[in-house]
């Protein structure tokens, strides 16, 4: 669920972030992606927990895809290659490393999910404070 609720969204971020900024599209999926992966950490549904996973890799593409060519637009071109090769090998595992762990470890996630969560809330919240808005962006709206 989770790659088709990120493939059924990618373009749309995308148009998104080149209307109204790259800043707040990223700022937005990171916030709402916290709020959903605590709903999803409290879950005891199955079926709240695969609307919420949708929900998650619909989010994630505006995180990865804009978030993405928002770094790069800060980068060097000697740096651009090992950093999207690193970027795209470990966003593609994230969704591997999440069934394995399900799958091993599932009755005893609260203390190990928890510090991530918080980890991903402050994340979100030291974003509004330290980026600025994409120079291209800028330039490109005048």
Same mark, same amino acid.
């Given at each position: 669920m989770y790659f088709i609720g990120w493939v059924s969204t990618?373009?749309?971020?995308g148009l998104l972030a080149d209307k109204?900024?790259?800043y707040w599209i990223v700022l937005l999926s990171f916030a709402v992606s916290t709020g959903i992966v605590i709903v999803e950490m409290l879950s005891t549904s199955l079926t709240l927990?695969?609307?919420m996973q949708f929900l998650f890799g619909a989010l994630s593409s505006g995180r990865t895809t804009v978030c993405f060519v928002y770094t790069y637009e800060w980068m060097?071109?000697?740096?651009?290659?090992?950093? $999207?090769?690193?970027?795209i090998f470990i966003n593609g595992s994230i969704? @591997?490393?999440? !069934?394995?762990?399900?799958?091993?470890?599932?009755?005893?996630y609260m203390p190990i999910v928890s510090p991530?969560?918080? $980890?991903?809330a402050l994340t979100s919240v030291?974003?509004?404070?330290? @980026?600025?808005? !994409?120079?291209?962006?800028q330039l490109k709206m005048g």
């Open positions: 990618v373009l749309i971020f109204f900024g790259r927990t695969i609307a060097t071109k000697k740096w651009k290659l090992i950093y $999207g090769t690193s970027f969704a @591997l490393v999440i !069934s394995l762990y399900f799958l091993i470890i599932s009755d005893h991530a969560v918080i $980890g991903e030291g974003m509004l404070f330290l @980026l600025a808005e !994409s120079p291209l962006w």
